[in-house]
């Protein structure tokens, strides 16, 4: 069955270094999505990608971020200065059609 | 307003218990949603989708009440891998709610 990769599966920061977090999504889905999840709490919304852009911003998605599909299978997220309160679970999503997201496992972020 | 509400539970139920939880909608215009499902510390997973005429998969069945703008799943004889929170999304949703956690207990 196809599946959404994500690496690195753990990333330690200190706070204020740049970090990027890296997402093959599944190779037909045509929409990409990044997603938080702070432990405890409900998965939020960051961001969605559709034809090279952006289609779709939450107001956590501030300056600090940026997404990029640099080539034909990657899908990135970068925070440029990490904050501890960055520290979270983050999700990469691809979907495509009239079916539902299809997750990666995560990059379980921690800042320092 | 919240697109969907859901109980948070947690609904204790039994094993071999048949559970269900209800979601409401607000956008009357809503006509699919998926069911995924959370485990601790894991990604969301697709469980089902849901039209108009419903859905039943194994042991899973949802509905949808387009009238009383709720959709439903039922899960007959719950097994202790089905301990897990429970999400509804509207198709065209970009958010998520904080779904309904489900504890089976042996």
């Known amino acids: 069955e196809p599946e959404v990769t994500q690496t690195p599966s753990h990333q330690v920061t200190q706070m204020g270094q740049e970090v990027i977090l890296r997402c093959v999504p599944i190779s037909n889905h045509l929409y990409f999505y990044w997603y938080r999840q702070i432990l405890g709490q409900k998965v939020e919304f960051l961001v969605s990608f559709y034809n090279n852009e952006i289609s779709e911003k939450s107001e956590i998605f501030d300056d600090q971020f940026s997404v990029e599909r640099p080539d034909g299978s990657n899908f990135t997220l970068k925070i440029r200065s990490t904050k501890l309160e960055d520290s979270a679970m983050y999700f990469c999503?691809?979907?495509?059609?009239?079916?539902?997201?299809?997750f990666g496992s995560g990059t379980r972020l921690t800042v320092v | 307003r919240k697109e969907v509400e859901q109980d948070p539970g947690p609904f204790n139920v039994p094993e071999g218990a048949t559970v269900a939880f209800n979601c409401t909608y607000s956008?009357?215009?809503?006509?699919?949603f998926f069911w995924y499902r959370q485990d601790c510390r894991k990604e969301p997973k697709l469980l089902m989708s849901v039209y108009s005429s419903g859905n039943e998969d194994g042991r899973f069945t949802a509905q949808l009440n387009r009238a009383s703008q709720y959709i439903s799943l039922l899960i007959r004889d719950s097994k202790l891998s089905d301990s897990a929170t429970y999400l509804c999304?509207?198709?065209?949703?970009?958010?998520f709610g904080s779904g309904t956690r489900l504890q089976v207990q042996p």
């Open positions: 999304v509207p198709r065209r949703a970009l958010t």
């Open positions: 999503a691809s979907q495509t059609g009239n079916y539902g997201y299809t």
């Open positions: 956008n009357s215009a809503s006509q699919s």
